[in-house]
């Protein structure tokens, strides 16, 4: 018997980086002791909220927990880089560890679109004001 959150393959990707992770973090003290709390936070939000959306009852819902868990995986990337940067792991590491994040990211991606909430309607913005760099705020209207 297991859940049906179990039976995803992204969950199951997910929980292996958490084992990536935990592997890599136990000697990341000091400077490094924030990204290291931070790494193991995001990592585990992502089964956490792919586990809570695919219990979600409408598509919309889940949706939002998929690109919520897409964004822990983002993340973790980002944190993968400053760690990379700063020392505290292996380019070696960071390729292994950043493998399994495009993997996770891009299923989650598809799920979430699939799920239809992960969308935003485009920004439209007026830039038929001027043909240069201006700062709106200090222009004055024009007297016609």
């Not at 995803?8 to 929980?15: A, G, I, P």
């Not at 193991?40 to 586990?51: E, F, G, M």
């Not at 993968?80 to 399994?100: F, T």
Request: net charge negative; charged share 25%; proline share 3%.
């Amino acid at each position: 018997m297991s859940f049906s959150h179990q039976k995803l393959d992204v969950y199951r990707l997910s929980l292996e980086y958490i084992r990536w992770v935990y592997a890599r973090t136990d000697d990341l003290t000091g400077i490094h002791r924030h990204a290291r709390d931070q790494l193991l936070r995001a990592s585990q939000s992502i089964p956490l909220n792919i586990a809570e959306g695919n219990g979600k009852f409408t598509a919309p819902d889940r949706g939002r927990y998929f690109g919520i868990a897409r964004g822990s995986a983002l993340e973790c990337a980002a944190i993968q880089d400053v760690l990379l940067i700063g020392g505290a792991i292996s380019q070696e590491d960071h390729y292994e560890g950043e493998a399994l994040l495009f993997r996770i990211v891009a299923m989650l991606t598809k799920m979430a679109l699939r799920s239809g909430s992960v969308r935003e309607a485009p920004a439209i913005y007026d830039t038929s004001c001027c043909d240069h760099d201006c700062d709106h705020e200090e222009r004055e209207p024009s007297k016609s």
